[in-house]
């Protein structure tokens, strides 16, 4: 213990780091050998369960999330293992000497530098992540009939998604680092500002500017359906401008919903997988692609015909958007915003507190210079990992909360039934196995699990 006490501060601040680390995956990796034991052990469909799901889609759902739970092991254990080989190795400042030659090469200025760390970092963290991405998606989802993607399609779509990457964060990090040399005693909060708005304008575009750039979105047809929403929406005040669907199933069969935008503008998407009506995996026999004179990228996915009926009706989706409103008018979303904040604002002022110590910086091998970029780095990954893990498990613990009370909005407007059948066949189509550990659960679902959504919406019926 004394030996422990006499090495110098820099070199506690490197092995405490890297012992939390460890200690998180550890505790991390009990909690998924606890569910994984779950998935082994409940071989047949719980009495309970007996109405709500059948045995083969029980055990086709049983074996999926197991071959997840598997992956998420060999992925999470190379993942911990790189990070802290890179950290043992000292990565961190190769890396930026590697930038600082790159930048000069080029003949740009010293502050450029920053910015080729930064994307050099992430095509490493691409390239490094690209075999397992491939893996889950062509071997795990292929083989439980989730992915409808070509190998041609998958690979273009990641070059597109590192490029908008790079063309918002290379600007975006920029702009951060010089309101932090120039802001003075107080840049933290210049910095939160920035970060705030940065945040606001990315959430009100990224549906009609940068999800398109990767899915088709298409507006809802006029119809039953529409004027149902609409009417729901105006029932509850809600300001909606448009309803989109979005192609999801030239991804995957997983299906979703959302609502985005703020003030007098809000809009709905819904993906195609969501509805029974226009999902193309329900077209018996057909190709799981839309017509070919549509979009060339939908050409690239895969043509397989499908006999399983997906989605949910009209009743059903709208009972799915009651709950999903119902976010809205309890004030979910602006509690979350409010939350994220705090949070942003408390981090930038402790960033303010400790940037000036350099042992910080001499930790993970900078001894002559101490970058801002590293120190946000530094900062904002290693040292707050304990706040961070205790903030995301309560905002979890919230989040379920969040969920029964939209569920109990959506009964009150009188969709009970409907809700129940369609988180039923959500989970059917999603494969989602209804036993979790409790410890397992309570740590990492941010929805409450099948039963007890059902439990709390009036009973067991049947399907």
């Not at 110098?8 to 405490?16: H, L, N, Q, R």
């Not at 092991?73 to 190769?94: A, M, V």
């Not at 920035?194 to 979105?217: G, R």
């Not at 070919?292 to 399983?308: F, V």
Request: glycine residues 6%.
């Amino acid at each position: 213990m004394e030996t422990i006490l006499d090495l110098p501060v820099e070199t506690k601040i490197f092995y405490a780091v890297l012992v939390f680390s460890w200690t998180v995956y550890l505790w991390e990796a009990y909690l998924a050998y606890r569910q994984r034991r779950t998935y082994r052990s409940t071989m047949h469909v719980p009495q309970e369960l007996g109405k709500i799901m059948d045995t083969e889609t029980f055990e086709k759902s049983r074996l999926y999330n197991l071959d997840k739970s598997n992956f998420s092991f060999w992925s999470g254990l190379y993942s911990e293992t790189e990070g802290t080989l890179i950290l043992l190795l000292g990565g961190i400042p190769f890396l930026w000497r590697v930038a600082g030659t790159v930048t000069a090469r080029f003949g740009l200025g010293s502050e450029y530098e920053s910015l080729s760390f930064l994307m050099l970092a992430t095509l490493f963290s691409a390239f490094t992540g690209l075999p397992w991405s491939i893996y889950n998606t062509f071997v795990i989802e292929e083989k439980h009939g989730f992915n409808q993607q070509t190998l041609g399609f998958f690979l273009k779509d990641a070059v597109k998604k590192f490029i908008v990457t790079q063309c918002i964060l290379l600007p975006v990090t920029s702009l951060l680092l010089y309101i932090i040399k120039i802001g003075g005693d107080y840049f933290f909060i210049y910095a939160w500002l920035f970060t705030l708005v940065v945040s606001l304008v990315l959430v009100t575009i990224y549906a009609d500017y940068i999800a398109p750039l990767f899915d088709k979105f298409t507006p809802l047809p006029d119809g039953e359906l529409k004027d149902e929403i609409e009417s729901m929406s105006k029932s509850i005040s809600f300001p909606l401008t448009k309803v989109y669907v979005v192609e999801g199933s030239k991804r995957s069969s997983h299906s979703n919903a959302y609502f985005y935008g703020f003030f007098k503008n809000k809009r709905i998407v819904l993906f195609d997988t969501l509805l029974e009506d226009y999902s193309p995996l329900n077209q018996e026999g057909q190709p799981e692609t839309v017509p070919s004179q549509e979009t060339d990228a939908s050409a690239e996915t895969k043509a397989k015909p499908k006999n399983k009926k997906q989605g949910c009706n009209n009743s059903e989706v709208l009972a799915v958007l009651g709950h999903e409103l119902g976010h809205w008018k309890l004030g979910h979303t602006v509690k979350n915003i409010v939350i994220s904040q705090m949070n942003s604002f408390l981090c930038f002022f402790l960033f303010a507190v400790l940037i000036g110590q350099k042992e910080l910086f001499m930790a993970f091998g900078f001894y002559e210079s101490q970058p801002t970029l590293i120190g946000l780095m530094i900062i904002f990954q290693f040292i707050f990992s304990p706040y961070n893990e205790v903030l995301s498990f309560c905002l979890t613990v919230l989040s379920r909360r969040f969920e029964f009370q939209a569920d109990a909005f959506a009964r009150g407007m009188g969709r009970a039934s409907e809700l129940y059948s369609a988180l039923i066949k959500l989970n059917k189509d999603n494969l989602g196995f209804p036993v979790a550990d409790w410890l397992f659960s309570m740590w990492h679902y941010s929805h409450p699990p099948l039963l007890e959504r059902l439990r709390a919406l009036g009973g067991t019926k049947q399907d």
